[in-house]
């Protein structure tokens, strides 16, 4: 397998090599076999293992562990401890979703603080397949239907190749010790089920069945990109933006048998559930409506309009108290204070405290909403900078504004307000971190 | 379920009414339940069963059972023996290929002579998750996890937006009879382990299960739709049909991101296996080239030519004899003297028989072959037929030649050939028609 790792890191994930890579290390017989392959490699890297206590001595015992094989092996090694129950409990949510907040939180405050290039996570090729199966038993689109990423943004899983026998028969080979894996996922209850109960059936059935598994993934994600290239070819020619709404051109989508799939694809990122409603819209008359949570889509003459909807709700409101480090929903962001302006960019930003009022909060957009642009003098209404910086609709549907007493900080991960930002006055440096 | 049936009809189906329809019916429940459904639907319906006499006595059981329902019902009854066994010894072929051809091979027949519009058969949506399943264990590109498609050409199935559950629920409180199924399915030991020990898993991890994999196949069709509309699309941009070959424009083609995916899109139907190499000849020297079994594809400078390979092998040439009445491989062609010419269409045509020298032959087409369009003086090669009626890539690959003395009588389902047309001095008119 080592030779095989090797050649897959040179050919597939070539920008990996020379770069700071930070392992997460459970513990387990996979994390443990990625530790031992990367060492082998001579990749540069530390591991980082969370610890969030929710099993008494034996969370203590996997700390110990990977703290003791990462000295045998003289690899950096990060621990964080977290108070997991009362975080969930605090914040009404379920621990799995609060662990894997906290994991990823962690890592990605690691990677800004010492410098990581990337996080290696040791998801394998029978993981992959047990998430196509959990999303294929939900109902699913093909987004759900393509498997494990090898890389998303940050996270690289350079196991993916590789199966759960191969991982075993290298721990075997070269005498990996590991713990029990203590799986935190939301979902461990219908993986352990599809693990142990429906895939070894599916394999007596076709003993290759991971090789073809991987051919599958292999040509959904293909046909996934050419339906994306369409959607957007035909986005071009039918739709067009307006200052408040977005308009789609009825006649012209007409000419096109399957106009549901296109409106399905352009929809979808707003929330809409009811998909004969809508399509159903195209033939209404003028002024019928179909709400999603956070917009309407309007018949108008030969048009359907997408509107925002104008107030928000206030469940789509966060509330953010002076001091406060981090916030985890409905995005990540971290507060710091800092004595000087490093690398500012879209995703993080410097602004006065001073000016701030506390609490800030986290909103969608409305209509009506106006800002001052980091470097200009003037104002300018929101809707009109997403038409001039020609803003996709599900852009727009993703936004996130940081507000001082409702006036505008940051559009989150786009552009800075002019109010705020630091000037030969400021006294207190607030940096802000987004990470998406 | 009677009500949803109709609605179905109604909604989904509405040519189906008025118009004459054939039930394939096996004696099992899901056909006894469409029976009914469509016999309290007024739906105008014969029904025929196939008797392939594969289990003795019990087959004619089956039969006599269908025989006496539909006298109950005073519904019209075809019925059909056939010596299935001696049929498969006879081509070398299994039976369960044997018994599918030599079905619809009799269901085409008997909607040609007695004109009934559609053939509906029994299959529903628990066939189509397990039909699924099937697809995916094997490996598959997003053709094979579509599910069973409520119509293909001239088969309707009015039952698959129903389940097993309905069905039997409907079975019970209609009082109606069935034989427990005599399944010829090829697949059947692949179908029962899924069936029995995969499925009721996946349906214990979501009771709605089936009507989640309903939305999942919806969605996927539409991203089909949308992706064949990107391959369509970049095809007519950057590919040109030569007279002999097809020419791929390399530096357009590479404009595209997902480039290997467009490759895999339009050559996948000539037989590619070896997809990396495909896929590397992009960046190879001039000259190197990747074969199928059907097909060449040469790197030539800036170009990728596939051409048909040259000579045709023996074993895609079938002999057809005088008095043969049909043909069911490569493809399903039937013969009958007529008196007179009915209704030609690119699948029927009428050929003087004392003009033919047989045994006719159906191969595939060669570089240089040529014929006379029916209704022209002069000849034509065939690649200059193709390409002036814009033939695409598979729609060449596909194509089949109806051959006499190597004479093209009939290029099927497209273009009849001027020499062998019935004249002022024909005695024999032969009909010729194919079902695609």
Known sequence: MLSKFQNHIDTNLPFLKGKKLLLATSGGIDSMVLVNLCCQSKLDFAVAHCNFQLRGEESNEDENFVKSQAEKLQIPIFIQRFDTKAFAEQNKLSIQVVARNLRYEWFYTLLANHNFDYILTAHHLDDSLETFLINFTRGSGIEGLTGIPEQNDKIVRPLLAFSRNDIEAFAKENLITWREDSSNASDKYLRNKLRHDVIPILKELNPSLLSSFENTITHLKQTQSLAQDAANNLYQK???????????????????????????????????????????????????????????????????????????????????????????????LSFCNVSDISLQSTNVIFVDEDLLQFPLTLRRWQEGDIFQPFGMTGKKKLSKYFKDEKFSLPEKANIWLLCSDDKIVWIVGKRQDERFKITANTTKILKINYTN
């Open 238 to 332: 039918v739709v067009s933006e307006e200052e408040n709404h977005t308009v789609i051109d009825i006649p012209n989508l007409l000419k096109y048998r399957n106009y549901k799939a296109y409106l399905f694809e352009w929809l979808q990122p707003f929330g809409f559930a009811d998909w004969s409603s809508v399509y159903d819209l195209i033939k209404a008359q003028s002024g019928k409506q179909v709400l999603s949570n956070t917009h309407i889509l309007l018949k108008n003459r030969d048009s359907l309009l997408l509107f925002p909807k104008q107030n928000t709700t206030s469940d789509e409101m966060f509330w953010i108290q002076k001091g406060q480090t981090e916030v985890k929903i409905p995005l990540k």
